[in-house]
Nanobody
Framework: QVQLVESGGGLVQAGGSLRLSCAAS????????MGWFRQAPGKEREFVAG????????TYADSVKGRFTISRDNAKNTVYLQMNSLKPEDTAVYYC?????????????????WGQGTQVTVSS
């Protein structure tokens, strides 16, 4: 089992920034791709960004490319999502997820473990 706990969400004005963190515990962090997904009210949960264990594979959704940056600190068992130039359409609950894989996959059903989510609200 891997337990994931997100933090860092909140309310921010359009154009602002937030940094989300996801702390993992339980089984080793080693070998897991870490992903960020988001779900807005009435919409499907969608892939945002993912990073392989050593950071050699990083993928972003087109909607966040150039604005969001994913990173991880394996010594701290933590993955981050730096979100800049936020837009109202980025408003959603953001989830951290873990996938026992070597490359980033974008299909949510590939991910084995999920956090409880953290709310991000961007006001216009």
């Amino acid at each position: 089992q891997v337990q994931l706990v997100e933090s860092g969400g909140g309310l921010v004005q359009a154009g602002g920034s937030l940094r989300l963190s996801c702390a993992a515990s339980g089984r080793t962090f080693s070998g897991y791709v870490m992903g960020w997904f988001r779900q807005a009210p009435g919409k499907e949960r969608e892939f945002v960004a993912g990073i392989s264990y050593r950071g050699s594979s990083i993928t972003y959704a087109d909607s966040v490319k150039g604005r969001f940056t994913i990173s991880r600190d394996n010594a701290k068992n933590t993955v981050y999502l730096q979100m800049n130039s936020l837009k109202p359409e980025d408003t959603a609950v953001y989830y951290c997820a873990a996938d026992k894989a070597t490359i980033v996959r974008t299909w949510k059903y590939e991910y084995d473990y999920w956090g409880q989510g953290t709310q991000v609200t961007v006001s216009s």
